[in-house]
């Protein structure tokens, strides 16, 4: 389907290099079975060569995986591919990932190597991992970074050669999104062949952009976009998959489509942050504690009104609990009563006008007000003039 977006996560590889957030096998295959659950359509194991540890990983999730592709990366080597095939031998639906640096930071300071060599290298592994599985990926990394006639002659090779996905990487997570974009468009109209593979996103987050930029390499004509869940990975991580897949179901205008079943997003990104012990930052996008809590007067007002003032996204879309409405010294008389009401007392006007200031001094000495407090402050209404007996029945209800 012309318009369907092929997600491809990356969290057992690329996401698990993060330092201090090393899975064992059996964690590993729990994710996996969580993100087949999800709608995840590609799922990259591991890095099979690289241990002993990650062979048996990427071997365990290939058995049992059964809808999803299990997906194994390489680099350009012929031994790094024979045990990516021998790891894959059981998957339903085995991928390679093969590829090498296309940037001349790559090239000549890296690799030690010149184009012409690369070029070759490039060739020769995916026809090499050709002979063992259909579907092979190629990477040219820092393509972000790799000069965009070059990237066209490499790309084109590989899909000569057999290539059925080609990636994209901005490796370091240097380029601007229209940048990005850009060279994605430029491909797609100078490549012979392109039309018969699939373009991927690989963007990391060193500047804050690889959503942005994944989100332009879809507009201009990629099909996959390799990311994370809660955006972790190598540095300052990569793609964030709840971002891109919130954007597109919010997003009319991209007209793309996923299968990935947004209710299980944040279940998804907490047993990830649980088993990789990388907590999710509060202001985290749609996964984030804060990211459905008010605490601005104005802001709790507006949504008290209706909701869609200051949410595009309901907690229901990606399986979150509640909206909250944070009570702290910013907070205004219509979040103080519902908060109120919600623990049993339903206060008049007046009644929640007479209470406010002793609210703001409480505030101003906590950085929030919870359920507790409140009850507190309630107690002491008697020196507020509020009526004792309305606060005597709605206890009742507590």
Same mark, same amino acid.
């Given at each position: 389907m012309k318009n369907q977006i092929i997600i491809f996560d990356t969290t057992l590889r690329d996401g698990e290099q993060v330092p201090g957030s090393k899975l064992n096998t059996a964690e590993k295959i729990k994710i996996a079975y969580q993100l087949e659950a999800l709608g995840v359509n590609v799922i990259e194991a591991g890095f099979p060569i690289s241990s002993p540890g990650d062979f048996e990983a990427v071997e365990a999730?290939?058995?049992?995986?059964?809808?999803?592709?299990?997906?194994?990366? +390489?680099?350009?080597?012929?031994?790094?591919?024979?045990?990516?095939a021998d790891a894959l031998k059981q998957a339903v639906a085995p991928r390679i990932h093969t590829g090498i640096g296309t940037s001349d930071f790559h090239v000549y300071s890296k690799l030690n190597m010149n184009r012409s060599s690369v070029l070759e290298q490039a060739i020769a592994s995916v026809k090499y991992a050709k002979k063992y599985v259909s579907d092979v990926e190629f990477y040219a990394?820092?393509?972000?970074?790799?000069?965009?006639?070059?990237?066209?002659?490499?790309?084109?090779?590989?899909?000569? =050669?057999?290539?059925t996905v080609v990636n994209i990487p901005d490796t370091t997570g240097f380029c601007l999104p229209e940048e990005y974009g850009a060279?994605?468009?430029?491909?797609?109209?100078?490549?012979?062949?392109?039309?018969?593979?699939i373009i991927s996103t690989h963007c990391h987050n060193d500047l804050g952009l690889a959503t942005a930029n994944a989100i332009a390499g879809i507009e201009n004509g990629a099909r996959q976009i390799e990311c994370t869940m809660n955006g972790i990975g190598e540095r300052a991580g990569n793609t964030s998959l709840e971002e891109v897949v919130m954007i597109m179901q919010k997003h009319d205008r991209l007209q793309f489509i996923n299968t990935i079943n947004s209710k299980l997003l944040c279940e998804t990104s907490q047993m990830v942050s649980d088993m990789m012990q990388m907590p999710i930052q509060a202001n985290k996008a749609i996964v984030g504690s804060n990211a459905f809590a008010h605490s601005s007067g104005i802001h709790q007002d507006g949504f008290l009104?209706?909701?869609?003032?200051?949410?595009?996204? +309901?907690?229901?879309?990606?399986?979150?609990?509640?909206?909250?409405?944070?009570?702290? =010294?910013?907070?205004?008389?219509? =979040?103080? =009563?519902y908060r109120l009401k919600n623990i049993g007392f339903d206060l008049t006007k007046d009644e929640i006008t007479n209470l406010y200031p002793e609210f703001l001094e409480m505030a101003d000495k906590e950085k929030e007000i919870r359920d507790e407090q409140l009850k507190i402050l309630i107690d002491k209404a008697s020196f507020l003039n509020i009526n004792s007996q309305n606060i005597q029945a709605s206890s009742v209800n507590l």
């Open positions: 999730i290939a058995k049992r995986i059964k809808f999803a592709t299990v997906c194994a990366l +390489t680099r350009a080597v012929e031994k790094d591919i024979d045990v990516a990394e820092d393509a972000g970074r790799t000069e965009n006639q070059y990237l066209a002659k490499v790309v084109e090779a590989v899909i000569k =050669a057999g290539a060279k994605i468009n430029y491909l797609m109209e100078n490549v012979k062949g392109i039309e018969n593979v009104k209706n909701r869609e003032n200051y949410e595009i996204i +309901t907690p229901e879309e990606v399986g979150a609990i509640d909206s909250s409405i944070v009570l702290t =010294a910013r907070s205004g008389r219509a =979040a103080l =009563a």
